[in-house]
């Protein structure tokens, strides 16, 4: 056990006494809240076992924004959209990461189908 363990054993499992009080909470938000806690018990522990490990990953940090547009803007009304909006998010940070523009891969995806053919990407990419 790690120090950071040692040390923060006590304070969690007060945490995780306090969850169990609540976890027939008449409170919605409360039992959600407790149940996404004890749902996710093992995450605290990584983080004090291995204190040098980021706390969030490359793509945690990707999906943020598309959380918050989504949340935002309702979500999408189908699974279609659902799709779409996932295939476009996924296009837009390929691109970002490679340093490259959308918009040249979506005009090249949109020539490519109007002439029939499947698009084939530009040679950067």
């Keep these: 056990m790690t120090a ?21 909470s008449a ?8 149940r996404d806690l ?3 018990r093992d995450t605290f522990w990584v983080v ?6 980021p706390l969030t990953n490359s793509a945690e940090r990707a999906l943020r924004h598309w959380v918050i547009a989504r949340r935002i803007g309702y979500g999408t ?9 996932a295939l476009l998010a996924s296009a837009i940070d ?3 990461q490679r340093n ?10 949109v020539r490519a189908h109007r ?3 499947r698009a084939l990407l530009p040679a950067a990419l």
Excluded: I, M
């Design 94 to 96: 390929t691109c970002r």
């Design 100 to 109: 490259l523009s959308f918009w040249v891969l979506l005009a090249e995806v």
């Design 4 to 24: 950071y363990r040692q040390q923060h054993t006590a304070p969690l499992q007060v945490l995780w006494t306090l969850c169990l009080a609540h976890a027939d």
């Design 77 to 85: 009304r189908n699974g279609q959209g659902s799709r779409c909006v």
């Design 115 to 117: 002439q029939g053919h």
């Design 27 to 34: 409170r919605t938000q409360t039992k959600a809240l407790v």
């Design 48 to 53: 004090l076992d291995e204190p040098h490990l």
């Design 38 to 40: 004890l749902n996710d």
